[in-house]
């Protein structure tokens, strides 16, 4: 077919033809670029969530509090001076958990006060107290205890409680020459540690090493923690004493670990400590070394089966004469 000009003109197959390459090519490129824009769309989200999670852990680690291990908080004399006592042989020593002052069921509004009257009936050389709350504000109950009693005070925070610091404190008639704070929290779940003190001795060594601890609930943490205790040095040589609520509510490897390597009671079983009103469980224990504990029992006064969850147990120990000294 020709046009007006004699000009051939394309068929219409042809023309065709042409339309559908002309399609076909713009499809591709279409969606070759449809492709690009999604790379590049795919390489923009993954560059901006990496840096969004990149901004948002290093905000975390800006504002997530680092963990808070066991440290020494506070040591103090009584307030009113006194005659330095002299340290016998013989001692009285008692370990009490104080259930954070909040009595019985734990459910009451704190106040050491109830407990400060049982620590008073104890009538100890030394007391070694677990679950001890030091609030963020008002007075500070274990300086007013220690006031009260005239004793020397030492506190570890073990961890922070909503209504303050938590730990392990030492009440003590005779002076403290010697602190150290041992971590024995094996586990995430729980923050355990030691308050380690020297009392009666001075810088250089002698009297007695008093070691007050909470022990794990968990049996396989619970036994590392007595396997770091019984390596500490303080407990390692010398006379010293292990006191604290040592959660062994059953015969387990940490118990049985204490009972042969440590001096224990000449009774026959452990005095039950817990529950406070009809108390089961021995969990409240006092071990020693380098010395013969002579008699243990829980102190089950009506103050003390309602001030806390836990009754104190008290021991006289008998320290044994360092090598050289005369019997």
Known sequence: MRDEGGKARPSEDTARGTLRERIASGRQAGRAAIARARERTRTAVRNGSAALRAGGDAARRRTAPSPALPYLALLRTPALPMATPVMHREMRVATYNVHRWSGLNGRSRPDAARAAFVISELDADVVALQEVLRPFTGEDPLEMLSDALGLHLAFAVTRQH???QL??????????????VLDISYSRIERRGALCAQVGGDAEGGGLSVIATHLSLVDRT???QVQSLLEHPQLATGAAVLLGDMNAWRRCKASRELDSTLEQHHNRAWPASFPALRPVLALDRIYARGADVVDVATHATAAAR???DHLPVVARIAVKPATGDPA
């Open 222 to 224: 619970r036994h590392r």
């Open 162 to 164: 909503k209504l303050g």
């Open 306 to 308: 309602r001030a806390s």
């Open 167 to 180: 730990g392990n404190a030492i009440l003590s008639r005779l002076p403290i020459s010697g602190l150290s």
